[in-house]
C-alpha cells in the first residue's frame, strides 16, 4: 500500500495559482490512477481530478476545468495539481489518493469508490 505525502499548500490571493505536490513511498505508485481530492469547511470531500497510471488520461470536476491541471512523474514517484485563476471557493484541505485496484490499466483513471491511502492533506487558502 502507497503511503503518500502532500506539500505546496499556501495562502494566495484570488486569481493567483499554486502547485500541489504528492509523494509516495513504498508500493507501486507508478502502477496505479491517482487522484486529488478537497475537502472545504463544513463541507463533504469532492474530487478534482484524477490521472491514469502513465497520466495519458484524466478527468477534472467541472468546478475546475479549465483551471487546474494534473500530471505525474513516475520517475519521482510524484503526482501534481496545478491550480491556477484561484477563487476563494477553492479554499479547502486537498488530498492525494490512490485506487490500487488495477494495475497499469490503460486509461483507467480510478473510481471514485476505489480510492484510497490518503494522503495528510495540504490547506490551499484563497483570499478575496
Known amino acids: 500500500q502507497v503511503q503518500l505525502v502532500e506539500s505546496g499548500g499556501g495562502l494566495v490571493q484570488a486569481g493567483g495559482s499554486l502547485k500541489l505536490s504528492c509523494t509516495a513511498s513504498?508500493?507501486?505508485?507508478?502502477?496505479?490512477?491517482m487522484g486529488w481530492f478537497r475537502q472545504a469547511p463544513g463541507k463533504e470531500r469532492e474530487i478534482v481530478a484524477r490521472i491514469s497510471w502513465s497520466g495519458a488520461s484524466t478527468h477534472y470536476a467541472d468546478s475546475v476545468k479549465g483551471r487546474f491541471t494534473i500530471s505525474r512523474n513516475n520517475a519521482r514517484n510524484t503526482v501534481y495539481l496545478q491550480l491556477n485563476s484561484l477563487k476563494p471557493e477553492d479554499t479547502a484541505i486537498y488530498y492525494c489518493?490512490?485506487?490500487?485496484?488495477?494495475?497499469?490499466?490503460?486509461?483507467?483513471?480510478?473510481?471514485?469508490?476505489?480510492?484510497?491511502?490518503w494522503g495528510q492533506g495540504t490547506q490551499v487558502t484563497v483570499s478575496s
Open positions: 489518493a490512490a485506487d490500487e485496484s488495477r494495475y497499469w490499466n490503460g486509461n483507467y483513471y480510478g473510481t471514485l469508490g476505489n480510492f484510497g491511502s
Open positions: 513504498k508500493g507501486s505508485f507508478s502502477a496505479y490512477a
